[in-house]
Antibody
Framework: EVQLAESGGGLVQPGGSLRLSCAASGFDFSFHWMHWVRQGPGKGLVWVSRINSDGSSTTYADSVKGRFTISRDNAKNTLYLQLSSLREEDTAVYYC?????????????WGHGTLVSVSS | DIVMTQSPDSLAVSLGERATINCKSGQSILYNSNNKNYLAWYQQTPGQPPRLLIYWASTRESGVPERFSGSGSGTDFTLTISSLQAEDVAVYYCQQYYTTPYTFGQGTKLEIK
C-alpha cells in the first residue's frame, strides 16, 4: 500500500526538542521531493519545509529557519524533521507530504500527521 | 511571501446545487515559460489529512469526481463543485507552489444548507 506514516510527536516544554519521522512505503521514495506541513489546533495549513530527492537541497519557512532541520534517508525510506528551540506557537499536527512526480504537481500523498504540543 | 486569500470563509449550499470557492494570489502565479498556473486545491474532512483535488489550477487529480473543477489564471482562481453531495462537506484550501514558501489560503468551510 502506498502510504506515509509520521511518528515522534508528543508533549515538550518550551525550548525543548523533538525528532519527527515519516516512513514511506509502497512507492519509490528516492524519486520524490518531500515536504512538511503543519496545522495548529483549529487552524489552517502552513508549509514548513521541503527537501529535494537526494537530500542535497533544503528550504524552510522563515518561522522555523534556524530551529528546524529537514533530512532524509533514502536507504530507509524515511523523512525526518528535527525540531529545536520549540515555542508554544509550534504546537500543531505535523504532516509529511509527497510532491507529485513528473508532469503532475501538488502534494499528492499525505500522512495522517503527528501531534506536537509545546507547553510548560 | 505570496499571500493567498480565499472567499468566502464559509459557505452553505443545498444538496445538488453548485458551490463556488474563490482564491486570489497576491501576485501572478502564472509561469510564462510553460503557461502553467502553479496552483492546487485540497479538500480536508474532519480528522483527515488534506486530499489533492486539482493541480495546475485546472487539472483534476486521478480519482477525483468530475463534479470538481478548477479555473482561473494569473491571480484569480475558482474551485467549482457542480452538484454538491453530502460527502463534499469539508474545508477547502488553495495553495500556490510558484515559489517557496508554498502558501495556502486560509480555508473555506463548506456545509450543507
Amino acid at each position: 500500500e502506498v502510504q506515509l506514516a509520521e511518528s515522534g510527536g508528543g508533549l515538550v516544554q518550551p525550548g525543548g526538542s523533538l525528532r519527527l519521522s515519516c516512513a514511506a512505503s509502497g512507492f519509490d521514495f528516492s524519486f520524490h521531493w518531500m515536504h512538511w506541513v503543519r496545522q495548529g489546533p483549529g487552524k489552517g495549513l502552513v508549509w514548513v519545509s521541503r527537501i529535494n530527492s537526494d537530500g542535497s537541497s533544503t528550504t524552510y519557512a522563515d518561522s522555523v529557519k534556524g530551529r528546524f532541520t529537514i533530512s532524509r534517508d533514502n536507504a530507509k525510506n524515511t523523512l525526518y524533521l528535527q525540531l529545536s528551540s520549540l515555542r508554544e506557537e509550534d504546537t500543531a499536527v505535523y504532516y509529511c507530504a509527497r510532491l507529485a512526480y513528473g508532469s503532475r504537481h501538488g502534494f499528492d500523498l499525505w500522512g495522517h500527521g503527528t501531534l506536537v504540543s509545546v507547553s510548560s | 511571501d505570496i499571500v493567498m486569500t480565499q472567499s468566502p470563509d464559509s459557505l452553505a449550499v443545498s444538496l445538488g446545487e453548485r458551490a463556488t470557492i474563490n482564491c486570489k494570489s497576491g501576485q501572478s502565479i502564472l509561469y510564462n515559460s510553460n503557461n502553467k498556473n502553479y496552483l492546487a486545491w485540497y479538500q480536508q474532512t474532519p480528522g483527515q489529512p488534506p486530499r489533492l483535488l486539482i493541480y495546475w489550477a485546472s487539472t483534476r487529480e486521478s480519482g477525483v469526481p468530475e463534479r470538481f473543477s478548477g479555473s482561473g489564471s494569473g491571480t484569480d482562481f475558482t474551485l467549482t463543485i457542480s452538484s454538491l453531495q453530502a460527502e463534499d462537506v469539508a474545508v477547502y484550501y488553495c495553495q500556490q507552489y510558484y515559489t517557496t514558501p508554498y502558501t495556502f489560503g486560509q480555508g473555506t468551510k463548506l456545509e450543507i444548507k
